[in-house]
């Protein structure tokens, strides 16, 4: 009931917000940060109940879970369960839903209850996707955190709103089609081999199936994910959404959407599909060195400061491609790390980029020039979370790529040289913010508001983790192991 109490908070804290916005813009924001705050420290305290909470014992071991039966004719199931891969997951997903209702506190003016609503209804679907056992249970969460996902970058998004949420959704949608082909595809070929109609992940695993039927069920779910990752050459809708979207749209893309599909190629798969996925490594690791290069290429050139930011998602979101698909534990803990500190790093300069544009009305770096004598706490914060991105040495970034780069040196020693080049070119991207941005001659002598104490009390909780995972990672590779052990062995066995 605990995984099933903490969807269910955010679903109905989302129909409380939007009813309340009838009586004071406050309530609405009020209460998702109860409904948030509350996951959180529900999710929190489950952990902590664990006799090992930073040594989850076992391989494979279960927090918590819900099994019922739902749709039997279909062998549909509600089936829910967390272990430590998805816990640091959900954490991720509670906090950072707390920090995009403080970075909206002052930016959204208008239907400030459905801004909420559409917020922990995404949320809600990715607590989901997270949890779901079950695939077509996993495919409902998976299309429910699109719909407001929409919503949140067409109504709130700036002036070129409506074509980026339409790419958006073509996209997601798309790419979700593909995933529900691949679902039956799998299930009705293992409906035909053992006469047992099912959903239940653990009854796919090791299903018989043709290699043609599982390369492109494997290929299915490969693109739907990486869409979503986004991986080279199905990343076009994400610079437009990141750039269009509110800054509170944009936390949530950066940090918890575009992990759903890091998680999925992990959960499923590698897996579901160990032979097929095996043959089709190097092609992945491929694409995922190509994103690196290309991300922090097309970022270097980029003029609009939150554009600049998202194609840095698609540089930093290659290595963990690179890092699932190379297979090593190093490479996997890697992966995971670079996950968390990507959900704090590039958050963290949206929501910069958001108070500029709020201030200045712009996100030409060409017209932000100088800011430093005029916002020190903006600007020190700007420049921290530049050098996190950089992967500077002591943050979390750094230890996630260098876990990849270290674990993938085994599998291919080319795709690791060519990959460590994106170091280089992250360094000179992130340089360039904080050069174009916060030094030079201002051109403007308008004082500039500094960030506010709701600010910087967001900020320096991201940055405490981003040190915590760059000084002292080990209890999240605790965390992680037994369900990475676990995957690992279901991947790589066949081999």
Same mark, same amino acid.
């Given at each position: 009931?605990?995984?099933? +109490?903490?969807?269910?908070?955010?679903? #109905?804290?989302?129909?409380?917000?939007?009813? *309340?916005?009838?009586?004071?813009?406050?309530?609405?924001?009020?209460?998702?940060?109860?409904?948030?705050?509350?996951?959180?420290?529900?999710?929190?305290?489950?952990?902590?109940?664990?006799? +090992?909470?930073?040594? %989850?014992?076992?391989?494979?071991?279960? @927090?918590?879970?819900?099994?019922?039966?739902?749709?039997?004719?279909?062998?549909?199931?509600?089936?829910?369960?967390?272990?430590?891969?998805?816990?640091?997951?959900?954490?991720?997903?509670?906090?950072?839903?707390?920090? &995009?209702?403080?970075?909206?506190?002052?930016?959204?003016?208008?239907?400030?209850?459905?801004?909420?609503?559409?917020?922990?209804? *995404?949320?809600?679907?990715?607590?989901?996707?997270?949890?779901?056992?079950?695939?077509?249970?996993?495919?409902?969460?998976?299309?429910?955190?699109?719909?407001?996902?929409?919503?949140?970058?067409?109504?709130?998004?700036?002036?070129?709103?409506?074509?980026?949420?339409?790419?958006?959704?073509?996209?997601?949608?798309?790419?979700?089609?593909?995933?529900?082909?691949?679902? !039956? &595809?799998?299930?009705?070929?293992?409906?035909?081999?053992?006469? #047992?109609?099912?959903?239940?992940?653990?009854?796919?695993?090791?299903?018989? @199936?043709?290699?043609?039927?599982?390369?492109?069920?494997?290929?299915?779910?490969?693109?739907?994910? &990486?869409?979503?990752?986004?991986?080279?050459?199905?990343?076009?809708? !994400?610079?437009?959404?990141?750039?269009?979207?509110?800054?509170?749209?944009?936390?949530?893309?950066?940090?918890?959407?575009?992990?759903?599909?890091?998680?999925?190629?992990?959960?499923?798969?590698?897996?579901?599909?160990?032979?097929?996925?095996?043959?089709?490594?190097?092609? =992945?690791? !491929?694409?995922?060195?190509?994103?690196?290069?290309?991300?922090?290429?097309?970022?270097?050139?980029?003029?609009?400061?939150?554009?600049?930011?998202?194609?840095?998602?698609?540089?930093?979101?290659?290595?963990?491609?690179?890092?699932?698909?190379?297979?090593?534990?190093?490479?996997?803990? +890697?992966?995971?790390? /670079?996950?968390?500190?990507?959900?704090?790093?590039?958050?963290?300069?949206?929501?910069?980029?958001?108070?500029? /544009?709020?201030?200045?009305?712009?996100?030409?770096?060409? /017209?932000?020039?100088?800011?430093?004598?005029?916002?020190?706490?903006?600007?020190?914060?700007?420049?921290?979370?530049?050098?996190?991105?950089?992967?500077?040495?002591?943050?979390?970034?750094?230890?996630?790529?260098?876990?990849?780069?270290?674990?993938?040196?085994?599998?291919?020693?080319?795709?690791?040289?060519?990959? =460590?080049?994106?170091? %280089?070119?992250?360094?000179?991207?992130? @340089?360039?913010?904080?050069?174009?941005?916060?030094?030079?001659?201002?051109?403007?002598? /308008?004082?500039?508001?500094?960030?506010?104490?709701?600010?910087?009390?967001?900020?320096?909780?991201?940055?405490?983790?981003?040190?915590?995972?760059? !000084?002292?990672?080990?209890?999240?590779?605790?965390?992680?192991?037994?369900? @990475?052990?676990?995957?690992?062995?279901?991947?790589?066995?066949?081999?």
């Amino acid at each position: 009931m605990i995984l099933l +109490g903490l969807f269910l908070i955010l679903v #109905v804290g989302g129909l409380i917000a939007w009813l *309340t916005e009838r009586w004071h813009p406050l309530w609405p924001r009020i209460i998702a940060l109860l409904a948030l705050g509350f996951d959180l420290l529900w999710i929190v305290l489950l952990w902590l109940s664990q006799p +090992g909470p930073f040594n %989850i014992a076992g391989q494979g071991a279960w @927090l918590a879970q819900l099994n019922w039966p739902w749709i039997t004719r279909f062998g549909i199931r509600f089936h829910l369960a967390l272990d430590g891969l998805s816990l640091l997951l959900v954490l991720l997903t509670c906090f950072l839903g707390l920090i &995009t209702v403080a970075a909206s506190w002052s930016e959204i003016k208008h239907r400030v209850g459905f801004f909420h609503f559409n917020v922990l209804w *995404t949320l809600a679907g990715v607590l989901g996707v997270f949890m779901a056992l079950d695939l077509f249970l996993f495919f409902l969460f998976w299309e429910l955190m699109l719909v407001p996902m929409y919503f949140l970058i067409a109504i709130w998004g700036h002036e070129h709103r409506l074509p980026a949420s339409f790419k958006f959704f073509l996209f997601t949608q798309g790419s979700g089609l593909l995933l529900l082909i691949a679902i !039956l &595809t799998l299930v009705w070929s293992q409906f035909q081999h053992s006469g #047992v109609l099912t959903f239940n992940y653990f009854d796919l695993l090791g299903a018989s @199936l043709t290699p043609t039927a599982a390369f492109w069920s494997m290929l299915g779910f490969f693109i739907a994910f &990486t869409v979503k990752l986004p991986a080279v050459p199905f990343h076009p809708w !994400l610079p437009d959404a990141h750039t269009q979207a509110s800054a509170g749209g944009s936390i949530i893309l950066a940090g918890i959407l575009l992990k759903t599909g890091a998680y999925g190629l992990l959960r499923f798969v590698l897996p579901l599909f160990p032979e097929a996925a095996t043959d089709f490594t190097p092609i =992945a690791m !491929l694409l995922g060195v190509i994103g690196i290069l290309y991300g922090a290429g097309l970022a270097f050139v980029q003029h609009d400061l939150k554009r600049l930011i998202a194609y840095t998602s698609v540089s930093h979101m290659g290595f963990v491609l690179l890092g699932i698909f190379a297979g090593t534990p190093l490479a996997l803990q +890697g992966a995971v790390i /670079q996950i968390l500190a990507h959900g704090m790093s590039t958050p963290a300069l949206f929501m910069v980029a958001g108070v500029l /544009q709020e201030r200045l009305h712009t996100r030409d770096m060409r /017209q932000m020039s100088g800011l430093w004598s005029k916002a020190p706490r903006l600007a020190a914060i700007g420049l921290f979370f530049a050098l996190a991105s950089l992967g500077l040495p002591g943050l979390g970034n750094f230890v996630g790529e260098f876990l990849i780069l270290l674990g993938t040196y085994p599998v291919s020693t080319p795709f690791t040289a060519i990959a =460590a080049l994106g170091l %280089i070119l992250a360094a000179v991207y992130a @340089l360039l913010i904080v050069q174009k941005v916060f030094h030079g001659k201002g051109q403007d002598t /308008q004082p500039l508001p500094d960030f506010s104490i709701r600010h910087m009390t967001a900020m320096s909780a991201m940055i405490l983790i981003l040190l915590w995972l760059g !000084l002292y990672p080990q209890p999240v590779f605790d965390m992680a192991y037994p369900a @990475l052990e676990s995957l690992h062995g279901l991947s790589w066995s066949s081999q």
